[in-house]
Each structure stands twice: as structure tokens, then as C-alpha cells.
């Protein structure tokens, strides 16, 4: 997707991210959250990610200009400029060094706090298991 076409996308949707689904199922709850100020991380992301993803069969979300524009009401939340989801049989610690090693030069991340609930990975990657033994689905304690 062209850049001024993906931009336009992100600033015309009326949700909080752009779903890019995978016809693989992702319920062992792990995710990588990538942090980001602005609608520019988000399209950096996408440009660098994008095509391994979609390769791969790896749902993902994009946020959208509305994510970015939460800062005033759930600061936390507003810095998620791309969410990965794990599916189920691959591997982890795989998924993160390979999306680490394709953005190892992303800065947008910086002086961005760990989202509550997540270990830091590395450069601009948070990772998270949001589900308990049974499956059944954790919350994050948002601050804010």
C-alpha cells in the first residue's frame, strides 16, 4: 500500500486501529506491543512489518489518527502504535527477534513508558500473555 494512501486510511477511520486479520487463530494470548507517538510511527511500522505479517499469516492492528488522539483521556492506551498477535503453534521469542530485527532502527518508542502489565523486549517491543491457565482473558490495569 502507497504511503499517501495508508495515511489517508489512518486518518479516515472512524475506529481506533486498522485490523489486518489472518485466517489463523491466535488464542494462547500472547501479543507485542509496539510503542509510538504519532500517525508517522504508525506508518513506519506498517511500511517495515507489513509484508513479513500478511506473508506469515500474523493478525495485526495499525493505529489510526483516533488511537493518537486518546492522550488526553487514556494516555496509556495512546501509545500503541501496533499490536502483534502470536498465532497459536508459532513460536514467541521467534516472532519478537524477527519484527525487533526488521524495525532494530525505530526511535518512536523512546521516552515512552512500559505499558502496565508489559515486559519490555527490546527497542520499541512490549510483550504480554493476556490469558490466564484456562484461557479466559486478562485485563491490563490501565494507568493513567
Known sequence: ????????????????????HSPLTSNNGWKISIQGKNLGDSI?????LSSFLIDNNIPFKVATIN?????????EQSFKSMTIYCPDGYDFSLLCEEVYLKIIDYKGWRDIKT?????????GLFTRNDRDANGVYIPAKNVQ
Open 1 to 20: 500500500m502507497k504511503t499517501e494512501l495508508l495515511q489517508r486510511r489512518l486518518i479516515n477511520c472512524s475506529a481506533y486501529d486498522m485490523n489486518i
Open 44 to 48: 513506519f511500522l506498517y511500511e517495515r
Open 67 to 75: 488511537r493518537y488522539e486518546l492522550r488526553g483521556t487514556n494516555k
Open 115 to 123: 505499558p502496565n502489565g508489559y515486559i519490555h523486549y527490546a527497542g
